[in-house]
């Protein structure tokens, strides 16, 4: 399995990036640089609750993202997460493609290069780790790293703790469009949702204006929950620009996706966003995906749907449909 990270180190691209990593031109960073001066929207849950619910569903509204700080995790626990992480990925190549997924297959979890390809086969710079955290019963920690061996006990206390936050995400959502503090969260499958860690890994590299690390996309699960290293990269789409997004120690960043926009019929956005690399630093992000089951049936919930006056914009498909659709770019 080609390694972006072994390319990236062990020079390979040390001058030029090969043809696979280079954008369309109106792609490129150089060519969508992004607007300066915009503050994206930060909410400290600590607040009393009628103003986390205006300020929360307010930011999902209009950009379909929102940076939360007070949120409860703690610092060493963040720090921890990242630590194990780290330590994987300084692992010898040989050592991570144990680990190898197979996503050409349906096998997704585990270490792969990427997930989605392009249309016209350009490569993103990226590494990454992917496995399921919960539910319980569909978790298996035999894929999980084995070194650096903490890495389970601090990921399982990780994702105690995040779905704790979703869960308070998910009623501030469902209070933010009028509806039952339970409304999201039932709607997306209750205790059966599931949570799905990304490690994601951007090496150096050596044309960073001409490559991405992940090209322009939303999210299909729910949402998503997202800690950085500290290294900038991550940009969102607002009104026409894209806006670089820098983000304050210890918070956590929320991105609405297609399934939180599909029961709010619209009401709430998922935001477009990209993830730009860095010449000289590694940037690493650990993303928990929160979706429902496959089975689960999606469509615009029954409250937020009035005849003409507010008809259905999406239809009603289970998520394993709207999984396998946006995967192979067809229409929903």
């Avoid at 150096?204 to 090209?215: D, I, M, T």
Wanted: proline content about 9%.
């Amino acid at each position: 399995m080609e390694s972006f990270q072994d390319l990236a180190y062990n020079g390979g691209t040390t001058q030029q990036l090969p043809p696979q990593f280079i954008r369309p031109s109106h792609e490129r960073p150089e060519n969508t640089k992004a607007i300066e001066g915009v503050t994206v929207p930060v909410v400290s849950l600590s607040q009393p609750h009628e103003l986390l619910v205006d300020q929360v569903s307010k930011a999902c509204m209009e950009w379909g993202f929102v940076m939360v700080t007070n949120h409860g995790i703690s610092a060493t626990l963040i720090q921890r997460l990242k630590e194990v992480g780290e330590g994987f990925f300084a692992l010898p190549l040989k050592a991570k493609q144990a680990y190898a997924n197979d996503a050409a297959n349906g096998k997704f979890e585990g270490y792969g290069t990427k997930m989605i390809k392009n249309p016209d086969e350009k490569t993103e710079w990226l590494d990454y780790f992917f496995h399921l955290a919960a539910p319980p019963a569909k978790v298996n920690p035999q894929i999980w790293p084995k070194h650096p061996p903490s890495y389970r006990e601090v990921t399982e206390e990780y994702n105690k703790e995040i779905l704790k936050l979703t869960d308070k995400i998910l009623e501030l959502l469902s209070e933010g469009l009028g509806l039952e503090p339970n409304t999201l969260k039932s709607s997306l499958g209750g205790e059966d949702i599931e949570a799905e860690m990304k490690i994601n890994h951007y090496p150096p590299c050596p044309q960073p204006e001409l490559a991405l690390g992940v090209e322009p996309h939303t999210d299909m699960c729910a949402l998503t929950l997202l800690v950085p290293n500290g290294v900038a990269g991550l940009q969102v789409w607002k009104d026409g620009n894209w806006v670089a997004v820098d983000c304050l120690p210890g918070a956590i960043l929320v991105h609405v996706g297609d399934q939180i926009e599909v029961l709010s019929n619209g009401k709430y956005t998922g935001v477009l966003h990209r993830t730009l690399v860095n010449k000289e630093r590694t940037r690493m992000s650990w993303a928990v995906f929160i979706a429902p089951p496959h089975d689960k049936v999606i469509g615009p919930l029954p409250q937020l749907v009035d005849g003409d006056q507010n008809p259905p914009k999406y239809s009603t498909k289970t998520f394993a449909d709207y999984r396998y659709r946006k995967i192979n770019k067809l229409p929903q």
